[in-house]
């Protein structure tokens, strides 16, 4: 029978031999590689470490700081394992930079192989040494001659942009003055006392249109519209002839209007509107509603003006 010592001596042999030949394999399976060593300041290095592993029941613990000695990480990604056809690796890309200038060692990280059924171990990375300059390193060294200053002609753009703004300022101004002069030809006649007794009798006219059938929905809005405009350019001693509906209901809201009377002016052209460009056809009572909308509205602003006057 062999003694006890002997029996735990080959025991102990067998498992350290387990564990030199864990530990070898794995420091094989270790590979660290960036993509340049020489870089100028400021410029970026993609740093990759692949730890190949036989299984996916492992775990890799490595700290990375943010800022390194001569070296700051710009981005971290990976750290995790990936199977490719069977095969494991965990994979880590930083990306750093540097500026400072010199030759400077990024350095090794300290991290731990942990498995379920074995006793983690304590392994580094190799340090790698970077080159970090101003410009480019000129590898043939090939002299330069030395040139003479060159003389450049100044030239003042000032004066340039001064002429093209007051070039553009004239022609803006002569278009300014051309519009204000056409516009000033087609204002509407000032208000007199009969604007007001004429806006009621066109409006009646229209509403015996209606009534009778004889006159198409889209010109009778068309004109149901234009009594509005043609009164209020008279009564406000402005052109709204060739105003948008939204244009006219703003100038309404600024004539201190009633919100709920220029909320049904609103609806009384936008009916206009869809009439002329979207073809739809209101009934009967739909225009008269529109009808008396628009009177509501010219006798409130005739109200206005007999208040503020």
């Known amino acids: 029978m062999k003694p006890i010592y002997t029996i ?89 930079t540097s500026f400072d200038s010199g030759s400077f060692a990024f350095p090794s990280f300290l991290f731990r192989i942990n498995h379920l059924n074995t006793v983690s171990q304590n392994l580094s990375t190799d340090s790698i040494l970077i080159n970090v300059g101003y410009m480019p390193i000129d590898k043939e060294g090939n002299p330069r001659d030395i040139k003479t200053i060159l003389e450049v002609e100044y030239f003042n753009w000032l004066w340039i942009i001064i002429g093209a703004a007051v070039l553009a300022f004239l022609i803006f101004l002569f278009f300014l003055i051309r519009y204000l002069r056409r516009n000033k030809k087609q204002l509407p006649a000032l208000y007199n006392q009969n604007a007001f007794k004429e806006a009621m009798q066109a409006l009646e006219q229209l509403r015996k249109a209606n009534e009778t059938g004889s006159i198409p929905v889209k010109e009778y809005h068309t004109k149901l519209a234009d009594v509005l405009k043609i009164y209020y350019s008279k009564a406000s001693r402005q052109n709204v002839l060739n105003k948008t509906t939204e244009e006219i209901l703003i100038k309404l809201k600024a004539h201190e209007l009633n919100a709920e009377t220029a909320l049904q002016t609103g609806e009384a052209l936008q ?25 509501n509205t010219i006798e409130e602003i005739e109200k206005l003006r007999h208040t503020k006057n």
Do not use: M
Not at 17 to 22: E, G, K, R, S, V
Not at 24 to 34: E, M, P, R, Y
Not at 67 to 94: C, M, P, R
Not at 271 to 295: I, Q, V
């Open 8 to 96: 735990y001596l080959r025991r102990s042999l067998i498992a350290l031999t387990f564990t030199l030949a864990h530990f070898f394999c794995f420091a094989q399976a270790i590979s660290t590689t960036v993509d340049k060593r020489e870089i100028l300041i400021g410029e970026q290095i993609t740093y990759n470490l692949n730890i190949d592993l036989p299984s996916a029941d492992y775990k890799i613990d490595i700290a990375i700081p943010d800022s390194l000695e001569h070296f700051d990480v710009v981005e971290k990604t990976g750290g995790n394992i990936n199977n490719t056809n069977g095969k494991y690796a965990w994979q880590q890309k930083i990306v750093f």
């Open 271 to 295: 009916t206009g509107d869809a009439t002329k460009f979207a073809k739809y056809h209101p009934s009967f009572t739909e225009n008269e509603l529109a009808l008396n909308y628009l009177k």
